[in-house]
C-alpha cells in the first residue's frame, strides 16, 4: 500500500481482515512515524495521568468504549488495583484507560487515530486486558487478537466467579484470513454483523473458541457504572507479557 494512498481508503479495505493485517498495513502506512507516535503516546499518557517520570508498566488496560471517562474513577481503580496487586507504584505502572473509544461504523480521524494507538500499543505489548461491548470486543477478537481463555483459566476458577465465556467462530476467522476471501476485498466489502460469529453460548456456533469473558455484571463493572446498556466483555491480549497479572485482574473486577 503505498505511502500516498488515501488512509480512510485503506482502513475501509481492511475492515474483516486479520490482526496481522492490521498490523502490516499500520507498519507499512507509518514506519517512518512509529517512533514519533510512540514517543507521542508516552506524553499524552503522562499528561493525562499527570506523573513526570515513564515507569515500566505493572499492568495496562483499556476499557474501549466505557461510558465512564471520569479521572477520578480511573485513578481510583489503579491505586486499588495497585493494593488488590500488590503493586509498587513507585517502581510499576498501573494505568487502566476508560477514555479511548471506538465506532467501527465511523473512521473518521479521531476513530483512526485511537485505532492506531491500540495498534502500536499492542505491537510495542504494552496493553495486557481490553474489556469492551460485544461488538468491539468482536471485532478485535475475529483479529486474533485474544488469548484462547480456555488456556489460561480453570473450569474451578470460572466458576468461582460465575462468569461466562464468550466465544467466536474460528470457522469465520479463518475464512476472513483466507487468500479467497482477501483477495475479493474491496472498499465496499461488508463485514458481518457480530452477532453472526460470536455468542455466550457454544452450540450456537460452528467452531467456537474462548477468547473472552463476560464481565457486565461484575462488581467493578457495575458499582463504577463503567459501562451502560450493553453486555461487556474481557479479554486477555495474545502477546501481554504479563498474563498472571492479567488474569489477576479479570478476578479483580468480579471482587474475587
Given amino acids: 500500500m503505498p505511502i500516498n494512498d488515501n488512509p480512510n481508503e485503506q482502513w475501509q479495505k481492511l475492515k474483516g481482515q486479520g490482526f496481522k493485517a492490521h498490523l502490516a498495513y499500520f507498519w507499512e502506512y507509518y514506519k517512518f512515524y512509529v517512533i514519533g507516535g510512540i514517543l507521542a503516546i508516552v506524553f499524552i499518557t503522562a499528561l493525562a495521568k499527570d506523573i513526570g517520570s515513564n515507569l515500566p508498566y505493572g499492568l495496562y488496560t483499556i476499557m474501549l468504549n466505557s461510558t465512564n471517562t471520569s479521572t477520578d474513577t480511573q485513578n481510583a481503580l489503579e491505586a486499588e488495583f495497585a493494593e488488590y496487586?500488590?503493586?509498587?507504584?513507585?517502581?510499576?505502572?498501573?494505568?487502566?484507560?476508560?477514555?479511548?473509544?471506538?465506532?467501527?461504523?465511523?473512521?473518521?480521524?479521531?476513530?483512526?487515530?485511537?485505532?492506531?494507538?491500540?495498534?502500536?500499543?499492542t505491537a510495542a505489548k504494552d496493553i495486557d486486558v481490553m474489556t469492551a461491548d460485544p461488538e468491539m470486543f468482536a471485532y478485535y477478537a475475529k483479529s486474533e487478537m485474544f488469548y484462547d481463555i480456555t488456556e489460561?483459566?480453570?473450569?474451578?476458577?470460572?466458576?468461582?466467579?460465575?462468569?461466562?465465556?464468550?466465544?467466536?467462530?474460528?470457522?469465520?476467522?479463518?475464512?476472513?484470513?483466507?487468500?479467497?476471501y482477501q483477495n475479493s476485498l474491496t472498499s465496499d466489502t461488508e463485514v458481518a454483523d457480530y452477532t453472526e460469529f460470536s455468542s455466550t453460548n457454544p452450540d450456537d456456533l460452528g467452531n467456537p473458541v474462548a477468547f473472552g469473558i463476560v464481565v457486565t455484571d461484575a462488581p467493578?463493572?457495575?458499582?463504577?457504572?463503567?459501562?451502560?446498556?450493553?453486555?461487556?466483555?474481557?479479554?486477555?491480549?495474545?502477546?501481554?507479557?504479563?498474563?498472571?497479572?492479567?488474569?489477576?485482574?479479570?478476578?479483580?473486577l468480579f471482587g474475587k
Fill in 152 to 180: 489460561l483459566f480453570t473450569e474451578e476458577e470460572l466458576e468461582s466467579i460465575g462468569a461466562q465465556y464468550y466465544y467466536i467462530d474460528q470457522d469465520y476467522i479463518d475464512y476472513i484470513s483466507s487468500e479467497e
Fill in 220 to 252: 467493578v463493572i457495575t458499582d463504577n457504572s463503567l459501562y451502560t446498556g450493553t453486555e461487556v466483555i474481557a479479554g486477555i491480549i495474545c502477546n501481554t507479557q504479563r498474563v498472571d497479572t492479567a488474569k489477576d485482574y479479570i478476578m479483580y
Fill in 85 to 121: 496487586e500488590g503493586i509498587d507504584t513507585n517502581e510499576l505502572d498501573v494505568f487502566i484507560d476508560t477514555t479511548t473509544s471506538i465506532s467501527v461504523d465511523s473512521y473518521d480521524e479521531y476513530t483512526m487515530s485511537n485505532m492506531e494507538k491500540i495498534m502500536a500499543l
